[in-house]
């Protein structure tokens, strides 16, 4: 019997809302245009949740109800709901809280975890140590954002990268001994540079008011230059010093799934890591950067070529800032 309980991904899933938001849409908002979009950051298209009435817990909802669908599970099943977000459809309640009402998860307790793009990678460490602690058997592990809600639409630097989607997995113990699941994380979160990526208003530091709005404090705002330097330094670094203190070769690294931001930083980290972009999990064309979605969409999207025991590296970097990586052995065949 090994020592300790291993968490191990036993359900991926995704959902992204139908509008495709192109360039070529962007070109009559803002002055900018496809080429500029498509060679700085690698973007094509993005989705965007247009119903007025829906937020990001029906996103997060979505993915959800399709991962007990595909589990075989039913929504009393689920211990523990973790969402990361930086688009909570209210300040409170947490979001999560929306999804257990949803999904009918009558047995859970659930949060939501602020982190910006790292927000993923940090609730799949804790739901992990949930598990590990032997008190919880089946934890949801979801990234949801509506970056459509926060998006400046007037603003050229930022509305060209955003977009909106979720993406979830279940956590639960690894009984058979395979040995896969979550097997290591690294964390750092630095506030120094806080301001760089934030939204200024509507917490409370600036509560909204006419001024705030006036002023625009509402949405998104970045640094993006020095945003892209911090990014490619930090996912990078994070994602050789895991490999390193996992005695992991480019070789025996099957896959690497980078917070979708920019396509240059995945690159750049890529190159770092000494691997080849086949065994990058690219999807930024499609959806642009949707925050704390972007890795388990990218999960989802490739489950099909995932195979028990694989190697995998997440890592991500984030508005805090945050980053971080997780290494882990995949756990299940999706037929
Ligand atoms: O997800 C969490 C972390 N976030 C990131 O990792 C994002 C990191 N940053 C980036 O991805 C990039 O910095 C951006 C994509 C945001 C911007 O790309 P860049 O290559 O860093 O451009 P820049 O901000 O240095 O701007 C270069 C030029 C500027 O013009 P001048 O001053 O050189 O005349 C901008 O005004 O490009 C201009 N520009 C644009 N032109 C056309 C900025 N945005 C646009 C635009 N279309 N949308």
């Not at 496809?34 to 817990?57: C, F, M, N, P, V």
């Not at 200024?200 to 330097?229: C, D, W």
């Amino acid at each position: 019997m090994p020592d300790k309980i291993r968490a191990v991904i036993t359900a991926s899933e995704h959902y992204v809302p139908d509008y495709v938001l192109t360039n070529k849409e962007l070109e009559t908002l803002v002055d900018t245009n496809d080429e500029w979009i498509q060679s700085r950051t690698g973007i094509k298209e993005r989705r965007i949740l247009k119903d007025d009435d829906k937020a990001t817990s029906f996103l997060a909802a979505e993915a959800a109800k399709k991962i007990l669908e595909s589990r075989g599970i039913e929504g009393h099943e689920i211990d523990c709901i973790i969402l990361a977000t930086v688009t909570p459809d209210y300040l409170f309640p947490a979001t999560a809280c929306l999804v257990q009402r949803e999904i009918g998860a009558t047995n859970a307790f659930g949060y939501d975890i602020s982190a910006a793009c790292s927000g993923f990678l940090f609730a799949l460490s804790t739901g992990a140590m949930m598990i590990e602690s032997g008190r919880y058997k089946k934890v949801l592990v979801l990234g949801a954002d509506k970056m459509s809600s926060i998006v400046d639409y007037t603003d050229r630097a930022t509305c060209i990268i955003f977009g909106d989607g979720a993406g979830g997995v279940l956590l639960e113990p690894d009984t058979e001994n395979t040995g896969n699941g979550i097997i290591d994380y690294i964390q750092h979160c630095d506030g120094k540079e806080s301001e760089l990526l934030c939204q200024p208003g509507g917490g409370s530091k600036n509560p909204t008011s006419e001024k705030t709005i006036e002023a625009g404090m509402h949405y998104l705002k970045q640094e993006g230059r020095v945003v892209f330097k911090k990014a490619t330094e930090s996912m990078a670094g994070v994602s050789v010093e895991i490999m390193q203190r996992n005695n992991l070769t480019n070789d025996d690294v099957d896959w690497f799934v980078p917070h979708q931001a920019n396509e240059r930083i995945i690159t750049a980290t890529a190159g770092r890591m000494g691997l080849t972009m086949d065994k990058v999990m690219l999807n930024i064309a499609k959806y642009g950067n949707t925050t704390a979605a972007t890795i388990p969409i990218c999960l989802s999207e490739w489950k099909n070529k995932l195979k028990p025991g694989d190697d995998i590296i997440l890592a991500s970097f984030g508005g805090g800032f945050t980053w971080g990586s997780i290494y882990l052995k995949w756990g299940f065949s999706h037929e």
